[in-house]
């Protein structure tokens, strides 16, 4: 059993598309990124590269390099995936939180887990996502941005 910790932050961008797990939130102001800023995405992939000791996100996709610019991270997360199977390992499950005051989340959970479980190819039942606010405290209270942690279990 392998443990890996991701962690991802973005602030919001007027003129952008919000994603959150691979799922369109149409009325919501977008995030600033190089790819789509699914910051939901950018977590998971680092908590499994991280568990699978294969780098971070940044290592593999750099925001520096044009051809990830705008890059859906759906695909961007199959190819994690793919990467970490290729290693060996199979994702026993997946655990997130989401920290933000705005967009409501909690509405839309179950459809991004069972988003996040066909992206991965695993059982929703190994996908939790959470959603929390930081109680108006700092930037992300403030409404600023989004951060996201997330942690994946390999076997």
């Not at 995405?41 to 780098?55: E, S, T």
């Not at 499950?93 to 409501?104: K, S």
């Not at 700092?138 to 997330?150: E, K, L, P, T």
Request: proline residues 3%.
């Amino acid at each position: 059993m392998r443990i890996g910790q991701g962690y991802d932050s973005h602030r919001f961008e007027e003129g952008r598309h919000l994603v959150l797990g691979g799922v369109e939130f149409s009325d919501e102001c977008g995030l600033k990124g190089h790819s789509d800023a699914d910051v939901l995405i950018h977590a998971i992939i680092d908590a499994l590269f991280g568990a699978a000791a294969l780098g971070d996100i940044g290592s593999h996709f750099p925001d520096n390099d044009e051809k990830w610019r705008g890059a859906d991270s759906a695909e961007l997360l199959r190819k994690a995936v793919a990467e970490v199977r290729a290693a060996g390992y199979e994702i026993a499950n997946i655990d997130t939180t989401v920290i933000c005051e705005q967009p409501r989340i909690s509405p839309r959970i179950a459809e991004i887990r069972e988003r996040l479980s066909q992206i991965m190819a695993i059982p929703v039942g190994n996908v939790s996502v959470k959603a929390k606010t930081n109680e108006k405290m700092d930037d992300v209270g403030a409404g600023v941005g989004i951060v996201v942690h997330s942690i994946a279990l390999l076997a």
